[in-house]
């Protein structure tokens, strides 16, 4: 059974900082992985999706890794903003998408 | 990408009613799912919306409680059954557009609907 953990639960740091957030997973066996960022009382925001054959994905001060053999996926946020602040989910897609725990994000002027 | 349309955004319910949630997509799709979040927790797939058939559920999720339709290729809803206060959630609505493989495509989610059950 596939699982999806993210660590850490939780983040707050001051703005500017550049940040990584961790997810893994339990069963290689995916056709891709994708970031997502959830502002409370919205939905869903698709950030980044890596496909099974591709190492990463990166859209402007974002960049995601994959690295399927060791089940891991990173976010990596550079110069962090307020506004960057959120609860960030992955997501593995298998013949349905398994969500991590999530990381809330707190940035502070 | 398709753009999701869900109603309603938020309600406040009494224990043992029902409540019917719509999604509305503005291009023919093929996949649509329905996901519950949980106060505090993360997304869970409650059921993937067939055109033309029967949903199909997840463990823990059974057609009483969440009727599902789709009556063609933009549209969808499901209905939360008997409410309780555990059924206090953020139901939310997601499609995959087509593509030459599955799988492949990024997934897009309406909203959501926050219900709460008193």
């Known amino acids: 059974k596939q699982e999806v953990t993210q660590i850490p639960a939780a983040l707050s740091v001051p703005e500017g900082e550049n940040l990584v957030l961790n997810c893994s997973f339990t069963d290689s066996a995916i056709y891709n992985l994708q970031w997502f960022r959830q502002d409370p009382g919205k939905g869903l925001t698709s950030l980044l999706l890596i496909q099974s054959s591709q190492r990463e994905q990166t859209s402007g001060r974002l960049n995601a890794s994959l690295d399927k053999s060791s089940g891991r996926s990173t976010l990596y946020i550079a110069a962090s903003q307020p506004g960057d602040s959120a609860t960030y989910l992955c997501a593995v897609n298998t013949d349905k998408l398994i969500f991590g725990t999530g990381t809330r994000l707190q940035v502070f002027p | 990408s398709a753009v999701i349309s869900q109603k309603p955004s938020r309600d406040i319910c009494q224990r043992g009613t029902s409540l019917t949630i719509q999604c509305q997509v503005d291009?023919?799709?093929?996949?649509m799912f329905w996901y519950r979040q949980q106060p505090g927790q993360s997304l869970t797939l409650i059921a993937t919306?067939?055109?033309?058939?029967?949903?199909?559920?997840e463990s823990g999720f059974v057609i009483d409680k969440f009727p599902i339709s789709r009556p063609n290729l933009t549209f969808s809803t499901l209905t939360v059954s008997n409410m309780s206060p555990e059924d206090s959630s953020i139901y939310l609505c997601?499609?995959?557009?087509?593509?030459?493989?599955?799988?492949?495509?990024?997934?897009?989610f309406g909203a959501g609907s926050r219900l709460t059950v008193l």
């Open positions: 291009s023919q799709v093929t996949m």
């Open positions: 919306a067939n055109q033309g058939s029967e949903a199909t559920y």
């Open positions: 997601s499609v995959e557009e087509d593509g030459n493989l599955f799988g492949a495509n990024v997934l897009t």
